[in-house]
């Protein structure tokens, strides 16, 4: 069974930092794209930023751009989102998901997404 456990989220002050981790079991994550979302309170979950085993590409979001980082390590199927300046929007619950078909470039395909995590919430507050 394709499984995704997100960890890593907590309470951050304004300006701070987070590494959030994705570990996958039950598929090999070479073979996926794999990207970042999150849901803010009252909002529709979001696609924040994905990145494809074929080109290797990482893509994020006019709104996470330059201060969130996704990366992948296939060695051992896990999926990292590394969040800087964090602020009071980015509140809200981050998940990871696949894209089976690791279709590129990975941006145009957020919808078809799946095999979601449980989340870990990111709460950014003095």
């Known amino acids: 069974q394709l499984q995704f456990v997100e960890s890593g989220g907590g309470l951050v002050q304004p300006g701070g930092s987070l590494r959030l981790s994705c570990a996958a079991s039950?598929?090999?994550?070479?073979?996926?794209?794999v990207g970042w979302f999150r849901q803010l309170p009252g909002k529709q979950r979001e696609g924040i930023s994905c990145?494809?085993?074929?080109?290797?590409?990482?893509f994020s979001t006019d709104a996470v751009k330059g201060r969130f980082t996704i990366s992948r390590d296939d060695a051992t199927n896990t999926v990292y989102l590394e969040m800087n300046n964090l602020n009071a929007e980015d509140t809200g619950v981050y998940y990871c998901?696949?894209?089976?078909?690791?279709?590129?470039?990975?941006?145009?395909?957020?919808?078809?997404?799946?095999?979601w995590g449980q989340g870990t919430q990111v709460t950014v507050s003095s």
């Open positions: 998901a696949a894209d089976p078909h690791n279709r590129i470039p990975c941006k145009y395909y957020f919808n078809y997404f799946e095999n």
């Open positions: 990145i494809s085993s074929l080109d290797n590409r990482p």
């Open positions: 039950g598929f090999t994550l070479e073979h996926y794209g």
